[in-house]
């Protein structure tokens, strides 16, 4: 039987596996994360590969938490994939802007770390244009991106073993809340007489206005 | 007909709504939490009821992004029912350590913010001890609380009218990303000569090893 070449066959191979073991095409999860962050990203299409292959290499059974080096895109795709949320705070991201990923082991600090190597984009101009951000978007060309992203497969990422510093490993409990004098608000007694909110330097809020 | 007391009848309102206008009742809302966060977090089902009192008063159509002013728990709840996640930047976490989330219109910063009024608390033992962080957390209690804060609908949140500082509108585009001549991955080329995980003082790695 005559076979496409490979760039025209169909791929029928999961994108993605998520942590309880459902496996996702490469259209099922576009349209989860369509429904999650709003539009096809191409980072977080990367992002998922990136996980998967993370948590693919993780010792089976271990807790693992997870550090994001960036807060675009791939923390929506850790969110999606990994029990690790924003709120959860098995999720931490450490704004290195670096697209890199690592999962470790709660206790020991061992981990996986995937990033993307800027090296091996290089066959793949859409790719290359849009993570280095030196053209301007293109929507013409968007489809054409995520189905680049997609033939790349895992060939865009960097795998390291890793340690995690000892202070990412333990979590300090907050304490038990206090009743701000200032707005009447409950907040964590460690951060001093008054909370963190009232002091207009740490705030956001321009003005307030009780309804 | 006899009618059963009020804290008795069974309760068929829905708990929230998401964005695209789903309702969920208690019972789905819990499930959708334990999908998401791992567990029945009362903080997300809390959290789910503010950012539901808060998206209905935003004016029709107004497109807005979220500050949460805590880590725990409320970030999930803003992320499972509104537009804005951690990864597509409409959602910032402030920690400022109070029990707050705010929706505020993109371009001119008008929003609703919503707090937990510890005051309110008073009637709900259970929700005042786990609140206050004044008791071991006491899991054979823990439906029990639950029960309380669905009790309760939206009498224990305070809901102000706020303008968000300026500078919590624009987002400076991070512009195109250079090569870290230490180790050769892409970073915004803004942070300086070399990319923030390479100084030793802002990254979270004890050790790397390339695979």
Chains 1, 2 share one sequence.
């Not at 999961?14 to 980072?43: Q, T, V």
């Not at 994001?68 to 991201?93: F, H, M, Y």
């Not at 709660?106 to 290089?122: F, Q, T």
Request: aromatic share 10%.
């Amino acid at each position: 039987m005559i076979q496409p070449p490979e760039e025209m066959a169909i791929d029928t191979r999961p994108w993605c596996r998520a942590h309880r073991g459902r496996d996702y095409s490469f259209d099922e999860f576009l349209k989860l994360i369509e429904s999650f962050h709003g539009y096809p990203a191409p980072g977080v299409l990367i992002g998922a590969k990136m996980a998967d292959i993370a948590m693919r290499r993780m010792p089976a059974g271990v807790l693992f938490d997870a550090v994001c080096e960036t807060s675009k895109c791939l923390p929506d795709a850790i969110q999606l994939l990994t029990p690790c949320t924003s709120g959860n705070g098995w999720l931490r991201v450490v704004p290195l802007g670096r697209f890199a990923l690592t999962l470790f082991d709660k206790r020991s600090g061992h981990g996986i770390r995937v990033y993307v190597n800027p090296a091996w984009l290089e066959p793949y101009f859409e790719t290359r244009y849009w993570f280095f951000g030196t053209k301007p978007k293109r929507k013409d060309k968007s489809d054409l991106l995520l189905q680049e992203i997609r033939q790349a497969q895992d060939r865009l990422y960097g795998i390291q073993e890793v340690r995690v510093k000892p202070e990412f490993l333990s979590k300090t409990p907050s304490g038990p809340r206090a009743i701000c004098p200032e707005c009447g608000e409950a907040y964590p007694g460690g951060h001093g007489l008054i909370c963190r909110g009232c002091r207009f330097e740490t705030g956001y809020l321009l003005s307030e206005e009780i309804k």
